[in-house]
């Protein structure tokens, strides 16, 4: 068993007392246990896990020589460890039933000077799910820790991980929404408007038009989407892209005009980022995605709502679809003239807004009115196809598993909470994995 504590130490310990964790959840014990001072332990509940402050596992239920105990688990590398994180001044901890350890190296005292039953599990637990757990976490693969194994993984398991995966993205998503729903004054039309501009900017611009539609009150985007070129002018005055002294009629038109709306609306740009051209395809430049913004807005006055009751796909193209302005037609800057080209939103870039925006904000809007609607969105995302980007590649380079936008969003979800940061007990894949053992 000594061999089972130095493959451990090799370990941090942060892993260490999550692989704890996993153990104490999924009992994966063997013989009768017995705490520290002999006295038999039956485990009737072990809990629910805590992700916050306090015990680590919640109303757990135990039975120590016959008598039953109702209350919570703490677990920990060392029993000493109770001293060290200060639990014996901490009045959450007065209701810790048991004390669950690697190893006992001091015991520890309830407030009545009596002995808090522990029970150790260095030599309850089978070598082989130890050195599968080290294999797992400790032997760095060249991209995440299940490499190897991951093509073998339950196709059926996998689903019901994407599932959870994807929603649990939109819950965090949901938090970002609601911070910047509170900054104004729950007004569901200018949160729409805030990211659907973040998202028109895409990776490069996304800042950037995100701070642009934060530095208008929405109250003066609603007046001037009365007319396209009012909004399309304003926008791009916002942006910083109305600055300079251009030798072109339209350009200096909107400057002018601009000018005036910056003294109507007591507007300035000074928290605005400016927007940026390189290393971006003409169809993605700042100039066509804000004349493009502007006019979604401007023919759309209602557009908040036709999203929310908006049902299949087809309906979102149409809600969505809109065009540049008629001088982007032979413009992609000021100035330059090319080939004359309407300026459509194009289906693909449709796809990314509902993925990014449309359907966190349906999620959103549905939970806050209490009407939670998780299996229509799950329908929706999984009905658009996959985005293409390197972590999508290489999870299908492993085995072939993403085929929708939802299973894009899903190991996006994975690889960045996840495997980036060595989550693997908490993973239904990692615990898949160590369950495969047989023992």
């Known amino acids: 068993m000594e061999f089972l504590l130095n493959q451990i130490v090799q370990i941090n310990e942060q892993m260490k007392e999550d692989f ?7 009992q994966k014990f063997q013989g009768k246990l017995l705490t520290e001072t002999n006295e038999i332990l039956e485990v009737l509940n072990p809990g629910l896990k805590n992700s916050n402050s306090g015990p680590d596992f919640f109303n757990a239920r135990l039975i120590i020589n016959n008598q039953h105990w109702a209350g919570n688990v703490e677990i920990h590398v060392k029993s000493s460890d109770w001293y060290a994180h200060h639990h ?62 991951f093509a073998s993984i339950n196709t059926f398991l996998l689903k019901n991980w994407f599932d959870r995966l994807y929603l649990e993205r939109l819950e965090q998503k949901m938090l970002v929404f609601n911070s910047i729903l509170s900054n104004t004054n729950n007004d569901w039309e200018a ?9 028109f900017g895409l990776k490069v611009n996304g800042e950037a038009f995100f701070s642009m539609a934060r530095s208008v009150p929405f109250s003066v985007i609603k007046k001037c989407a009365l007319d396209g070129a009012s909004l399309e002018t304003l926008l791009l005055g916002q942006a910083g892209l109305l600055d300079e002294n251009r030798d072109d009629a339209y350009y200096m038109d909107m400057k002018r005009r601009y000018h005036h709306q910056k003294i109507k609306f ?18 993605n430049f700042p100039t066509i995605r804000i004349s493009q913004l502007a006019n979604l807005f401007s023919n759309r006055p209602s557009l908040f709502s036709q999203l929310i009751e908006a049902k299949t796909i087809d309906d979102y193209c149409k809600i969505l679809y809109t065009t540049a302005s008629v001088y982007w037609d ?30 966190p904000l349906k999620f959103c809007y549905a939970n806050h009115i209490g009407k939670p609607n998780s299996e229509e969105i799950l329908t929706l995302i999984s009905s658009i196809p996959k985005e293409e980007n390197a972590i999508v590649l290489k999870f299908n380079k492993l085995s072939k598993v993403v085929h ?27 615990n898949s994995i160590l369950k495969s053992n047989s023992f």
């Open 404 to 430: 929708t936008a939802l299973d894009s969003q899903a190991v996006l979800q994975l690889k960045n909470q996840y495997c980036d940061n060595n989550k693997c007990l908490q993973c239904a894949i990692g």
């Open 191 to 199: 949160l729409l408007f805030i990211m659907l501009a973040k998202n």
């Open 266 to 283: 007591q507007l300035n740009n000074k928290s605005v980022i400016r927007p940026k051209f390189f290393r971006l395809r003409p169809p």
């Open 330 to 359: 032979t413009h992609y800057n000021f100035e330059i003239t090319s080939s004359k080209r309407r300026k459509r939103l194009t289906k693909k870039f449709i796809n990314l807004l509902l993925i990014n925006t449309i359907i």
């Open 88 to 149: 014996e001044t901490d009045d959450a901890y007065d209701n810790v039933i048991l004390h669950v350890v690697w190893e006992h190296d001091l015991d520890v005292f309830r407030k009545d000077n009596s002995v808090l039953p522990t029970l150790v599990l260095k030599n309850k637990v089978h070598q082989s799910l130890v050195t599968k757990y080290r294999q797992l976490i400790s032997e760095k693969q060249q991209w995440i820790n299940c490499e190897n194994e």
């Open 20 to 26: 704890l964790h996993y153990l104490w959840s999924f």
